[in-house]
RNA sequence: GCGGCUAUAGUUCAGUGGCAGAACGCCGCUCUGUGGCAGCGGAUGUCGUGGGUUCGAAACCCACUAGCCGCCCCA
């Protein structure tokens, strides 16, 4: 019989690792806190519609990433319904703010997650069919200011105080740009869009037969596509291609001046991209991709979002405009690898306080008791087996903890414990009763 | 989904047709209440899976699976 591996795409994450999964989440956790932000939990499959309608059935996430599959129906009467695991998040959030009526508090809601997603996508480093995202979404009624250019910019000020906090540099000359940088654009309006599709494809159409065979492609089935060609010989045509800035109606141009100068004012720096045009239909106005030039190859967007004033309608809830993001914490995770290894990071391994090395298996009885107590006080210890000869003991010891406790039968008699401390080799005898405070330093 | 590279010990890898290897790690001993250093010894294993070629395959061929790189797209 053959071994049971994990599916393709999908891993496990281990110890130590997951204490670095822990540690990002709950730096996450904090500052969301800071920003006024509670947490969601949205299923992790819902109806396929939600994102066929949300998403958008054109996008490739959609009509060809996704797990979808036909609940089974139970009884005559009841009708198979379409499942999909989530392939994002940002969709499931709102339908949860319709289905509870959030909008009817009035207030602006600010809400986050940390969960997995699934696309069905070929695997590369830093692109796992089922990922982690930890995203955020503000979003309310008009009335609330959900509409504002100043949450994009508190959005995008989160953003960078959180990879700050991360020890996630900023890119910079002295740094050859291996740091995290903004890119920043305005899709415009649900209307601003398709005209400026149709103007793109009308001024694609006498020149694209001298272009790059994909852009050739992207001409018909995704204009927007074109802009992102990295081809070298194409770029003087796609320099001479209409700019969606031109096609900003008023009220966009004057909405992504307003975050610019607020991210000005918050000292948050960006670079505007004119060409960054984001893969799913819900965007409106503000797009925006954090990338980092360090641990992920060609996979080096961290985190992407923007505002979907439109989103609710389109699932049939009432107007709530918002924006949001989600990070890709398997992302998030390697480049913090990737500095850890440069050294410009340091990824603490967390040792124990202490390792309690029972001399003979008569004594462990006494040592699992006494674990118990130092454990009770809030100290982290592991027990060793008294039938190990102690040059193992310490061993073991030195690999696991700061300090080593031997417990032999004088000790146990006395009740005086011999302590080692590892970075110093000093050895010094310590009352059982001052045990506690002595491994607390 | 397309193209390419790769798969050998726990790990990183060497091994171009003739006994399955190195380093690190692991276990034991030197050393029966003292780790890190050193010396000596030991075990590493479905050579990714299945088939084929051959007297003989880890090696050559085919298929499959998985990882990685690039494309597409995205987090």
Redesign the pocket.
Same mark, same amino acid.
């Given at each position: 019989?053959?071994?049971l591996?994990?599916?393709?795409?999908?891993?496990d994450l281990l110890p130590p690792e997951t204490a670095l999964w822990n540690r990002v989440e709950a730096t996450a956790r904090a500052v969301f806190a800071r920003y006024g932000f509670g947490e969601i939990r949205t299923p992790v499959f819902e109806d396929t519609q939600l994102f066929v309608r949300g998403v958008g059935e054109e996008? !490739?996430?959609v009509s060809?990433?996704m797990y979808t599959w036909e609940d089974r129906a139970r009884a005559a009467s009841e009708k198979a319904q379409s499942l999909t695991l989530r392939?994002?998040n940002?969709a499931g959030v709102v339908r949860s703010y319709i289905e509870h009526k959030m909008g009817d508090t009035g207030m602006l809601q600010k809400l986050f997650y940390i969960g997995p997603?699934f #696309?069905?996508?070929?695997?590369?480093?830093?692109?796992? #069919?089922q990922?982690?995202?930890i995203?955020a979404e503000v979003l309310g009624p008009q009335s609330s200011g959900a509409e504002s250019a100043l949450r994009d910019a508190e959005v995008l000020e989160m953003l960078a105080t959180l990879l700050d906090e991360l020890a996630i540099p900023r890119a910079s000359e002295a740094n050859d740009g291996k740091g995290w940088r903004l890119a920043l654009n305005s899709v415009g309006s649900s209307t601003d869009r398709p005209r400026y599709i149709a103007a793109l494809k009308a001024a694609l159409e006498p020149v694209k037969a001298t272009m790059c065979v !994909?852009c050739q492609r #992207?001409a018909e089935?995704?204009p927007?596509?074109v802009l !992102?060609?990295?081809v070298p010989e194409d770029q003087p045509i796609i320099d001479g291609l209409p700019k969606i800035a031109e096609y900003l109606d008023e009220a966009s141009t004057a909405h992504f001046a307003e975050v610019k100068a607020a991210l000005d004012a918050c000292g948050v720096p960006y670079v505007i991209e004119p060409r960054l045009?984001?893969?799913?239909d819900y965007y409106t106005r503000t797009t925006f991709?954090?990338t980092v030039a360090l641990g992920?190859?060609?996979?080096?967007?961290?985190?992407?979002?923007g505002r979907y004033d439109g989103l609710s309608e389109m699932l049939g809830g009432p107007k709530a405009p918002g924006i949001g993001?989600?990070?890709?914490?398997?992302?998030?995770i390697l480049t913090l690898q990737a500095l850890a290894e440069a050294g410009s990071v340091t990824i603490a391994e967390s040792k124990l306080d202490a390792y309690i090395a029972p001399?003979?298996a008569g004594q462990n009885a006494a040592a699992l008791a006494l674990a118990k107590d130092l454990r009770a006080s809030g100290l982290s210890v592991e027990v060793g087996d008294g039938s190990?000869?102690? &040059?193992?003991?310490?061993?073991?010891?030195?690999?696991l903890a700061r300090r080593?406790l031997?417990?032999?039968? !004088?000790?146990v008699a006395t009740g005086v414990m011999?302590v &080692?401390?590892?970075?110093?080799?000093?050895?010094v005898k310590v009352e059982r009763a001052e045990l506690g405070e002595f491994l607390k330093n």
């Open positions: 019989m053959s071994t591996k994990a599916v393709r795409g999908t891993r996008t !490739d996430v060809k990433e392939p994002e940002t997603q #696309r069905r996508e070929r695997p590369q480093r830093g692109r796992y #069919r990922f982690w995202q995203g !994909d #992207r089935t995704n927007l596509r !992102d060609c990295k045009v984001r893969g799913l991709e954090f992920l190859g060609t996979q080096n967007a961290l985190l992407g979002g993001f989600a990070i890709g914490e398997d992302r998030l001399m003979g190990f000869r102690l &040059k193992k003991s310490f061993e073991l010891a030195d690999k080593i031997i417990l032999g039968e !004088d000790e011999t &080692k401390t590892f970075a110093t080799g000093d050895q």
